[in-house]
């Protein structure tokens, strides 16, 4: 695992962790410099939801993945409801990838941007996502096409496209992310593939895969190649790399907080345990 913080001088909001058998990748959100709202931030959030995650999966009791993440949302808004205004847009908030090796297969959930690469035995790699925030963005962005960055009108217009994102966010016809409200988890994009068809797997978050998309470094099949010949680290290298050369052009991204997660060695599933052993793990 590696994660680099888009930012000097100010928190990473996202984090990564692992069990055994389950990994968990989370991309913060918010808004910076609004204490007011909530005096914690998103790093405290991301940190937080991201280890009652892991304490969660550290069982090994094969709950549902949906279930899991709605209770540990739930746990964090009750951890700072009677201290920050949780229902403000701007309340601290993240994206969620879970994967979790049980019983001969692996399990995942994605809520919001982050990405999962799933290594197939005998094919190339299979990408999986939640792609519904980016198509309300795109939606809710339409509007600045032939505005000219930087002049009064293009920040007004830029304004009212901020909240009619805002306003989808959680909301049926538009995206979905964890916040406050537990139900979210049951928007997820979930899936459950046999571990033997798998050599690996990888999540990455929003700011990661910039080394695809929009930077074009690399494809997703170099990316796994990437990952296997020089780890997560290359990865966000390289896309550090590509940040610093845009700097200062007029669509350079914003560099954002870049982490992966890489998992090898999936536990495989013995003939004893189809017969109820306990799996075998390498």
């Known amino acids: 695992m590696t994660t680099s913080a888009g930012h000097a001088g100010r928190p990473n909001e996202d984090f990564v962790g692992a069990v055994p058998g389950a990994a968990v990748l989370l991309d ?68 969620v990838a879970i994967v979790r090796a049980h019983r001969g297969r692996l399990d995942h959930l994605l809520l919001a941007d982050s990405f999962l690469v799933l290594d197939e035995v005998g094919g190339g790699p299979r990408v999986v996502t939640d792609a519904r925030e980016a198509t309300a963005r795109r939606i809710c962005s339409a509007p600045l096409e032939g505005l000219v960055p930087g002049t009064p009108e293009y920040d007004r217009v830029r304004e009212s496209c901020v909240e009619a994102l805002r306003a989808r966010r959680n909301q049926p016809g538009g995206y979905w992310i964890a916040k406050d ?32 998309s929009p930077y074009g470094l690399t494809d997703w099949a170099g990316v796994r190649d990437l990952l296997a010949t020089d780890g997560p ?36 599933w013995s003939a004893d345990s189809r017969r109820g052993a306990e799996p075998c793990r390498s």
């Not at 979930?190 to 910039?210: C, E, F, I, K, Q």
């Open 28 to 95: 913060g959100a918010g808004i910076p410099g609004t204490g007011a709202i909530c005096a914690h931030g998103v790093a405290w959030y991301t940190h937080r939801l991201g280890g009652a995650l892991l304490g969660r999966l550290s069982r090994d009791d094969g709950r549902d993945l949906v279930a899991l993440l709605a209770a540990a949302i739930s746990e964090v808004a009750a951890a700072h409801r009677d201290t920050c205004d949780l229902t403000h847009p701007a309340s601290p908030q993240a994206t």
């Open 181 to 212: 409200d537990p139900y979210a988890a049951e928007e997820a994009v979930t899936g459950s593939r046999p571990l033997d068809d798998l050599r690996g797997v990888a999540l990455l978050s929003n700011g990661a895969s910039r080394i695809v």
């Open 233 to 268: 680290a290359e990865v966000v290298r390289r896309v550090r790399q590509a940040e610093a050369r845009a700097s200062g052009g007029p669509d350079a991204p914003v560099p954002d907080d870049a982490t992966v997660a890489h998992c090898t060695d999936l536990p495989r």
